[in-house]
């Protein structure tokens, strides 16, 4: 998956705990993306990065935070998990400035209980 | 502005059949379409992309037909195969950032 590392890969957790998820490329790659996948909504965007302490929100960013203090990992972070946040998560990258191409990791299986 | 509509949610064909799924959307600055293939417990993976500059890209036995004015663009797969049972999603972006995606269509290709 294109030297992109979601840890992780599965994880059950309580309503009301934080939970982080952690995405690790060996690319360098600038943009990183974090992704929620739904049935019947496809892929929608939480956040973005880039570049190094550079985010911004998605589509779908209430509930989440993400920090970026190294090229190669953005974390993914649920203050106060809900069921509403159980979802499959994945990670992206692509080169942007023109080239792109958008690289996927294998996701996180997340289940808020 | 930002939506990305595709269709069918499903799709069944036989071996050997033509698969085609569509794609719409409103933003006119999208200025690159990709179409992405997941299969199960996988990520999305690039499986052909176009720009708007051309009608038509093809590569193997995938095509993606564009048409800029309707702001339309499909996915042909051309004697598809059971290992072509897949999700696909169809998506745009603008420069290479703000990537929207579709939905998605569940692919079933029967022997």
């Known amino acids: 998956d294109a030297g992109i590392t979601q840890s992780p890969r599965h994880k059950v957790t309580e309503t009301g705990t934080p939970v982080t998820l952690r995405c690790h490329q060996t690319e360098n790659h600038r943009y990183m993306y974090w992704y929620r996948q739904d049935p019947g909504h496809g892929l929608r965007l939480i956040h973005y990065s880039y570049g190094v302490k550079d985010t911004d929100k998605g589509e779908v960013s209430d509930g989440y935070s993400v920090s970026r203090s190294k090229t190669e990992d953005f974390l993914l972070t649920l203050e106060s998990a809900t069921s509403s946040q159980t979802s499959v998560y994945f990670c992206a990258i692509s080169e942007g400035q023109g080239n792109e191409k958008l690289f996927f990791g294998s996701g996180t299986q997340l289940s808020v209980l | 502005q930002q939506q990305v509509k595709q269709s069918p949610q499903s799709l069944i064909v036989q071996k050997g059949g033509i698969s085609i799924i569509n794609c719409a959307y409103e933003n006119t600055a999208f200025d690159y379409f990709p179409w992405y293939q997941q299969f199960p417990g996988k990520g999305p993976a690039l499986l052909i992309a176009?720009?708007?500059?051309?009608s038509e890209k093809k590569e193997g036995r995938f095509t993606i037909s564009f048409n800029k004015s309707a702001k339309q663009f499909s996915l042909h797969i051309m004697d598809s195969q059971p290992g072509d049972s897949a999700t696909y999603f169809c998506a745009a972006s603008n420069y290479g950032q703000n990537f929207v995606f579709g939905p998605g269509t569940r692919l079933s290709v029967l022997p």
């Open positions: 176009i720009r708007p500059d051309v």
